[in-house]
């Protein structure tokens, strides 16, 4: 079955650590997205790419880092400069671009609890 | 630019009962509305989405929603709660004929039904 596939489920780090968070898809998606959920807060676009190479800034890029060398996938890398990093991390893929005729599919996430 | 409201973070309703959750949103054009639904620790999966086309969305689990035009609300609507409907629920708007990295999610509604 297509999908998306998110490693680890559960990740633990000491402050000052940079961290890389897995997201591959088998879905034959083009775009792809990391979005930040917090508690009674939504969910917030990190980054984005829609494009082998080529990605762009979310709403709160500060502190994260991607990349995009296969179209397959699209870590996210949490850096030390990222100041409140603990939430739960979800990744997805659209077959086109546009918001109607592309609905998001999602991980399963990945919890990040930096001490 | 467009954004949305979820009133009541939290709802609980007894097994059998009508679920009512609700979302409010503004937009300077027609937008795009969707519902998606997050059962724990997992991503979120597209419950149902409004187009022009009908103001009667149909979607899965026996869910619907109406699309208000006047009221600037589109309520997800469930007649009758089975207890696997308790999960979290995020109304998300976008533009019309906008990318899927401009959706705008909702902070949340955690669904419970009592039993």
Known sequence: DGGITQSPKYLFRKEGQNVTLSCEQNLNHDAMYWYRQDPGQGLRLIYYSQIVNDFQKGDIAEGYSVSREKKESFPLTVTSAQKNPTAFYLCASTRGSGAFNSPLHFGNGTRLTVT | ?115
């Open chain 2, 1 to 115: 630019a467009q954004s949305v409201t979820q009133l009541g973070s939290h709802v609980s309703v007894s097994e059998g009962a009508l679920v009512l959750l609700r979302c409010n949103y503004s937009s300077s054009v027609p937008p795009y509305l969707f519902w998606y639904v997050q059962y724990p620790n997992q991503g979120l999966q597209l419950l149902l989405k409004y187009t022009s086309a009908a103001t009667l969305v149909k979607g899965i689990n026996g869910f619907e929603a109406e699309f208000k035009k006047s009221e600037t609300s589109f309520h997800l609507t469930k007649p009758s709660a089975h207890m696997s409907d308790a999960a979290e629920y995020f109304c998300a708007v976008s533009l019309s004929g906008a990318g899927s990295y401009q959706l705008t999610f909702g902070k949340g509604t955690k669904l419970s039904v009592i039993p």
